[in-house]
Nanobody
Framework: QVQLVESGGGLVQAGGSLRLSCSASARTFKNNAMGWFRQAPGKERAFVAA????????LYADSVKGRFTISGDNSGNTVYLQMNSLEPGDTAIYYC???????????????WGQGTQVTVSS
């Protein structure tokens, strides 16, 4: 079981930036893919971005392309989500997830962090 710990959430004004971090307790073939999802009040959990440790391949939701960047620190087992040009619609709890494959489907990720709140004010 891989343990995931997120940090970096907070309150920011529209147009601002935040960087989220997710530290994994270990890296195995079971968590080659690291993803970020978000869940706003009253909505289903939605895919944001993902990256693979093996080759650094990335995948983004259309709603965040050009604004968010996912990256990985291979030495520290940490994945980052740099969020720029934030909008009120980005307000949600952001969850880090680990799985085997680079996918947008939450159900394919086996391990989840506790989540970190991101609030964007207008």
């Amino acid at each position: 079981q891989v343990q995931l710990v997120e940090s970096g959430g907070g309150l920011v004004q529209a147009g601002g930036s935040l960087r989220l971090s997710c530290s994994a307790s270990a890296r195995t073939f079971k968590n080659n893919a690291m993803g970020w999802f978000r869940q706003a009040p009253g909505k289903e959990r939605a895919f944001v971005a993902a990256i693979t440790w093996s080759d650094g391949a990335t995948l983004y939701a259309d709603s965040v392309k050009g604004r968010f960047t996912i990256s990985g620190d291979n030495s520290g087992n940490t994945v980052y989500l740099q969020m720029n040009s934030l909008e009120p619609g980005d307000t949600a709890i952001y969850y880090c997830a680990a799985g085997r494959f680079l996918l947008e489907v939450a159900g394919m990720y086996e391990n989840w962090g506790q989540g970190t709140q991101v609030t964007v004010s207008s």
